[in-house]
């Protein structure tokens, strides 16, 4: 077969991971595990070489979204315990045993089912309760009495682990984290009254930690988002950041052609963009299809030659176009830089998701499954 050249591909930062996590450990502290979550892909930067760095690390669990992405880390000799976060459908619980992954469950009748399953099998399976203190989305609203009595009726599934997660951390103007931190501390407090502990009580993504609400801490984390070298700004008034993590992802594409276009021309689709003075352009190997958003349309830039360079008209599905006016070294087959730094240049997914009227772990995610990823 021959060879194919990269068009759009990401670089990913074993070494960035690996001091991401070991930062994240650090501001955590003795005392308290981190969980790092590796769902979607790991945020798109490859869930298995991911999680194999982590291991290498000594992470002892991993999150994930569903059974197929914790069975597919399995099958890649993953061997750290596995989190499945967002639920399963009836026809997967027999998947989570298979695969030994640790499901969350949602609701307390799901307690009983899970049991009798873990009974039919011989297993003591583990599983990890997701109240919903307040966030309106999965978890259970019981009562810790009638919570208490669900898992006093186990006879082979093991509570292992209380959760809960939140829905307005970055927001220091608003009251809801306390809010949920005081009826997710009930819950557990009623719990303990009943007689029922649990090895493991986890409340906070990567905001809790990163800004320090250590009343939020329980002994086990989840962060994603810093994992992979973000952390979201706040709103309002935070306290001072404990964590420092960089990006480990820069994202490239090739420059197909090279050309100049006179005053009056226009560029791409619906002539969005027109030149009202003599430029040169290039025309890049990505676009939406890519995970370009389409909202960068002549509005976002791109890094070529070590300098900024805005995009020109619509971002197309295969291709986008740029000014490089600026940059008359650039040849056909270049790399420039979509999300990354290049000498003092920088985009990173928070400033690309600001100028498409989205969010980073979007812009992230965004980035299809054609971008290839190497691993440096
Ligand atoms: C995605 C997710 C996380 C990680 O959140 P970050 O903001 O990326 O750190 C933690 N917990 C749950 C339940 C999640 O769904």
Known sequence: MADFALRSWVEVSRETIASNYRALKQAAGAGVEIMPVV????????????????????????????VEEGATLRGSG??????????????????????????????????ASWDALCARHGARAAFHLKIDSGMGRLGTRAEAAQIAAAVKGCTHARFEGLMTHFASSADYTSAQTGEQVGRFDAVRAGLEAEGVRTEFVHLSSTIPLAYGRREAWGNLMRPGHAIYGYVSPPRGEAPRRILDVRPALAWKAAVLAIKDIPAGASVGYGAMYRADHAIRIAVLAAGYADGIPHRLSNRGRVIAGGRFAPILGAVSMDVTTIDVTGSPELRVGDAVTLLGAEGEASIDAQQIARLAGTISYGVLCGISARVKRVYV
């Not at 639920?87 to 998947?95: A, K, M, V």
Request: charge should be negative; proline fraction near 3%; glycine fraction near 8%.
């Open 39 to 66: 769902k979607a892909d790991a945020y798109r930067h490859g869930a298995v070489e991911v999680s194999r760095v982590l291991e290498r690390e000594g992470v002892r669990w991993l999150a994930v979204s569903s």
């Open 78 to 111: 993953v061997k750290a315990r596995i989190l499945v976060m967002a639920d399963f459908l009836p026809g997967e619980r027999e998947g989570l045993l298979e695969y030994g992954l640790t499901p969350v469950i949602h609701a307390v009748e799901d307690i």
